[in-house]
């Protein structure tokens, strides 16, 4: 584990801090769609992700979801942080995109890097600025885009994180990331494929215009 956490983090981390990381964090592998947090979960660890993508979610009082961003090889959530150190409930679901390797942190040793290393401190900080930016232009793309515009940038993240331009995706899954019906997301796609910026096909959707 320590080679894969080099890896990823090595540009980041002092060998110190790795071994650290090593000791005390326990290896995950979690295909897609496990749901590793659920809204209303005490959060006892934090994720460092290895490979792979996480999408996170809220949702409303119907139980109808909606997704605020992803995150990559590389990056934590900072939410979750702040649920460890508050003690609090998780407000958010997190849900693998893909099949995923990561290591759980426990709380205990987030608190003493924050004070003990520099490098995780920072590592912190701008997680906390990186997700705060996610969630600004969740908040812009859901105020300001029109519909067809946010469910394309949503076919163009999806692509991104899964490093492919086909998306295995049904149109309810995609009606219930976005919040809006199965029938409208179906009109809007097929608008996309005649402005050909999308193919639909059977089983999945090619995004061209990435």
Known sequence: ML???KQNYGYLFEDELLNEINDVGIYKNVVEGFQLIEIGDYIRSMPLLLSGAIKILREDANGDELILYFIESGDTCAMTLSCCLGQSKSE???VAETDTDLIMVPVQKM???LSKYKSWQRFILQSY???MTELLHAIDTIAF???DERLFKYLKD???VNHNEIIHVTHQEVARDL??????ISRLLKKLEIDKKIELHRNNIKVIDL
């Open 145 to 147: 885009l029109r519909l």
């Open 179 to 184: 919040h809006t019906s199965r029938v409208v």
């Open 129 to 131: 600025h990186d997700r």
């Open 158 to 160: 999806k692509a991104m």
């Open 111 to 113: 608190e003493e890097w």
């Open 3 to 5: 080679e894969v956490l």
């Open 92 to 94: 958010i679901r997190a």
